[in-house]
């Protein structure tokens, strides 16, 4: 199995507080990713990094923002929580000589409810 | 505009036989790459197969194939002999070249039953 953990595995909070979700990687892959996965959406992109310090925004972005100092880890901040929010967050990395057919390997999910 | 698409919401097979999952795709790039994933009930993604653009034969691996249409812009999974425990979530994705990096994205999904 990838070197992937994700946390916390569950949170909930409240409207309006800031969120921050942890992706720590023992792979030393360059890329990774944060999805939220919503019914009938299936998995949509928020924010990814090509390495440290590089990010930029997927199709979801707003009311996101990320971070990456190091490698090995990649934040997610909400910074003001709000209900439609409430998902289930994969963080993703995926790395190799050849990026355009090295598969993702998926963290096992953050449950993030916002009352 | 939806990148990927895929129409089957859910699907319904009986046990031991093919299902085929659609999948289409938009992009203006030559180089890309397909991938399908397998989410069951447990909920981790479960890389399944891959094709490249410029691979001119169907990717497979196992009981899964890939059929890939270029020029119709589809890469439909094929399982053949339908286990129980195909039973899940399963995902089309494309990966292209950004500004910057690579990025992938992914479909609604397709929700299939297996029936004993």
């Known amino acids: 199995d990838a070197g992937i953990t994700q946390s916390p595995r569950h949170k909930v909070t409240e409207t309006g507080t800031p969120v921050t979700l942890r992706c720590h990687q023992t792979e030393n892959h360059r890329y990774m990713y944060w999805y939220r996965q919503d019914p009938g959406h299936g998995l949509r992109l928020i924010h990814y990094?090509?390495?440290?310090?590089?990010?930029d925004k997927g199709e979801v972005s707003d009311g996101y923002s990320v971070s990456r100092s190091k490698t090995e880890d990649f934040l997610l901040t909400l910074e003001s929580a709000t209900s439609s929010q409430t998902s289930v967050y994969f963080c993703?990395?995926?790395?190799?000589?050849?990026?355009?057919?090295?598969?993702?390997?998926f963290g096992q999910g953050t449950r993030l409810t916002v009352v | 505009a939806q990148k990927i698409t895929q129409t089957q919401p859910g699907m319904f097979v009986q046990e031991k036989e093919a299902v085929t999952l659609d999948c289409t795709y938009d992009?203006?790039?030559?180089?890309?790459?397909l991938f399908w994933y397998k989410q069951p009930s447990s909920g981790e993604m479960i890389f399944l197969i891959y094709q490249g653009s410029y691979d001119e034969q169907n990717a497979t691996e196992g009981r899964y194939s890939l059929n890939f249409q270029k020029a119709r812009k589809s890469a439909n999974l094929v399982i053949s002999a339908s286990q129980l425990g195909d039973s899940a979530m399963y995902f089309c994705?494309?990966?292209?070249?950004?500004?910057?990096?690579?990025?992938?994205?992914f479909g609604a999904g397709t929700r299939l039953f297996v029936k004993a």
């Open positions: 994705a494309m990966r292209e070249d950004y500004t910057g990096g690579f990025k992938t994205i």
């Open positions: 993703a990395i995926s790395g190799g000589t050849g990026p355009l057919n090295t598969e993702a390997f």
């Open positions: 990094s090509y390495g440290v310090k590089d990010t």
């Open positions: 992009t203006s790039d030559q180089s890309y790459g």
